[in-house]
């Protein structure tokens, strides 16, 4: 049973992945759109890759150190997705380059 | 193992983002393979029963973000002489 939970949890993260990644290429219209292709890569895929390996080891150190992994993932894909939407603004000219300085 | 190996075939369309098109798009590539890849290693580690080389993709989620975090700057930075 733990087996099956764990396959279908990585085999959910791997799903998002690879349309995240098929769907970033095909997203041509702007780049604030294929921008957030990333996110479901940090913020879903990973964690539910890092639950189902975790769900299939059984908790002790090693699934500490892949939920702490999955975790930092988390913490900083919205970080970098703010970074990036910042340069594509100033690119674009929608801010000043000074912003938020 | 299966999943891992559709990991790596989902990094190609992410490479091929890296590598063409305008700088901003390769730094959206950059991060997706980044990411992509991260996932991967957590596949293969456990496909391997080596469990401490998890730090391998520990170590690649500060360097991904300090790199991402600089060539936003570089990227964003106005050219010299213009």
């Known amino acids: ?101 | 193992m299966l999943t891992a190996v559709v990991m790596v075939g989902a990094l190609v369309p992410a490479l091929g983002l890296a590598a063409f098109g305008r700088p901003v798009d390769r730094l959206i590539g950059l991060e997706l393979a980044s990411a992509s890849t991260i996932v991967a290693m957590l596949l293969f580690i456990r496909a391997s029963g080596e469990s401490y080389e998890l730090i391998v993709p520990l170590v690649l989620v500060a360097l991904s973000v300090v790199g991402t975090l600089v060539f936003t700057r570089l990227v964003g930075r106005p050219r010299r002489g213009s």
């Open chain 1, 1 to 101: 049973m733990a087996h099956d939970i764990a396959l279908a949890l990585s085999g959910l993260g791997v799903g998002v992945t690879v349309l995240s990644c098929v769907g970033a290429v095909l997203m041509r219209s702007s780049v604030f759109d294929r921008m957030h292709f990333v996110t479901p890569v940090t913020s879903v895929a990973c964690p539910l890759v890092a639950i189902g390996l975790c769900v299939e080891e059984g908790w002790g150190l090693t699934a500490a150190l892949l939920l702490f992994i999955a975790g930092l993932l988390f913490v900083v894909g919205p970080v970098l997705e703010a970074a990036m939407g910042r340069l594509v603004g100033q690119i674009e000219e929608k801010i000043p380059p000074s912003s938020p300085e």
